[in-house]
């Protein structure tokens, strides 16, 4: 349960930065953003493969890291 709640307030925290930057038009400081959260989502990973090499969630965490910030990748392109 812990790890859920982790990753839901890494995610929701990059939410609030995408909402907040997208009006203000500071695309430097969401970029910074996003790079924290690859990071946070990351360190989320290591730690589950640290105490199980074969965890799933692990091994899909770094498969998709990506892909969970897409949204505001585009938002920084205006779109």
């Keep these: 349960m812990r790890i859920k709640k982790a990753i839901s307030?890494?995610?929701?925290?990059?939410?609030?930065s995408v909402e907040k930057h997208r009006k203000n038009s500071d695309f430097a400081r969401l970029k910074w953003r996003i790079d924290k959260t690859q990071e946070k989502l990351l360190v989320i990973a290591n730690e589950l493969l640290s105490k199980n090499k074969d965890s799933n969630t692990g091994k899909f965490i770094i498969?998709?890291?990506?892909?969970?910030?897409?949204f505001a990748e585009l938002a920084t392109k205006g779109i």
């Excluded at 498969?63 to 897409?70: R, S």
């Design 9 to 16: 307030r890494t995610i929701y925290t990059l939410k609030n």
């Design 63 to 70: 498969k998709t890291g990506g892909k969970v910030t897409l």
